[in-house]
């Protein structure tokens, strides 16, 4: 079974730093594409940014770019990505996932990602 456990979420004032992290077991499968969608009360999942395997190919969403970095590191066994927020905005507040896929090719959609993590609260108060 793949688990995607993610971790660091919490409250932060407007303008401060969190640092969400995800690891995933290499057991079951590779995870080639991974990356992090959020999701507001009352609003589609979207889109926040993604990372290739070798990290050499990262996307963002236009609303965190300059703002958010994701990073990953590709152990023997577990894999884990990054995603530090920094100068964080009110906007930000969001169920943040992370997400993998065992395919390069793979972008912004939510569909096209097979694994998903159970989500972390981030709240960023104004």
């Known amino acids: 079974q793949v688990q995607l456990v993610e971790s660091g979420g919490g409250l932060v004032q407007a303008g401060g730093s969190l640092r969400l992290s995800c690891a995933a077991s290499r057991r079951t499968f590779s995870p080639y594409t991974m990356g992090w969608f959020r999701q507001a009360p009352g609003k589609e999942r979207e889109f926040v940014a993604r990372i290739s395997w070798s990290g050499g190919s990262t996307d963002y969403a236009d609303s965190v770019k300059g703002r958010f970095t994701i990073s990953r590191v590709n152990g023997l066994i577990t894999v884990t990505v990054y995603l530090q927020m920094n100068s964080l905005k009110p906007e930000d507040t969001a169920v943040y996932y992370c997400?993998?896929?065992?395919?390069?090719?793979?972008?912004?959609?939510?569909?096209?990602?097979?694994?998903w993590g159970q989500g972390t609260q981030v709240t960023v108060s104004s």
């Open positions: 997400a993998a896929s065992s395919h390069s090719n793979v972008y912004y959609s939510p569909p096209e990602y097979d694994y």
